[in-house]
Every structure is written in C-alpha cells, then in structure tokens.
Nanobody
Framework: QVRLVESGGGLVQPGGSLTLSCAASLSISGINVMSWYRQAPGMGRELVATVTNTESTNYADSVKGRFTISRDSPKNTVNLQMNGLKPEDTAVYYC??????????????WGQGTQVTVSS
C-alpha cells in the first residue's frame, strides 16, 4: 500500500502564504488521482483540490485563484501552494491518493494530516 506523508503546515497570518507537500512512498506516475482535503473542527471533510495523472486539476470554489495543486513526479510529491490565506482556511489538511491495482481494483490512501492555522 502506498503511504502518504504530509508536511508544511503551520501558523500563518491572514493574507499570507503556505506550501503543503505530500510525499508518496511509491512513484506517483502510477497514481491516477491525488487530492487535498481539509477538515475544520466539528466539520466534515471537504475536497480542496485534485490533480490527475494527466495533470488535469480541479479546485473547490472557495480556493479558486488562491490555491494551486501540482505534481513533482521526480520527487514523488504533490504540492499545494496556498496564497491569500483566510481564517476560514484553518483546518487539518489531508492528502489522498487513488491508485489502480488492476483494471477492476484500486486502493485509496489517506495521509495523517497537517494542521494549517490562519490567524493574526
């Protein structure tokens, strides 16, 4: 099973920037979908951004124009560049991967999460 390790979270002031990284234990070229989700206290987990193995991307409306998801295949890493951060962006951010094992089978994997806090 692929393992995902997030890093880069921390405390940042409103309007600031932060970059999250998700390192995979296997080549991400074999992972069809990698995403970032987030979950605020007492709230459900929401999809923030997705990138496919063909470099297609999608973003939640709340982060469009501010966040950028990208794949760095040589490093087996997916990054989330976050600009113009707002207090409502405060959450635990989770990396997600969908990896096909066969034509009819796939595995889904979650990272352990990294805390992002936006506060003055």
């Amino acid at each position: 099973q692929v393992r995902l390790v997030e890093s880069g979270g921390g405390l940042v002031q409103p309007g600031g920037s932060l970059t999250l990284s998700c390192a995979a234990s296997l080549s991400i070229s074999g992972i069809n979908v990698m995403s970032w989700y987030r979950q605020a206290p007492g709230m459900g987990r929401e999809l923030v951004a997705t990138v496919t193995n063909t470099e297609s991307t999608n973003y939640a409306d709340s982060v469009k124009g501010r966040f950028t998801i990208s794949r760095d295949s040589p490093k087996n890493t997916v990054n989330l560049q976050m600009n113009g951060l707002k207090p409502e962006d405060t959450a635990v951010y989770y990396c997600y991967a969908l990896r096909p094992l066969s034509r009819n089978t796939a595995e889904t994997v979650w990272g352990q999460g990294t805390q992002v806090t936006v506060s003055s």
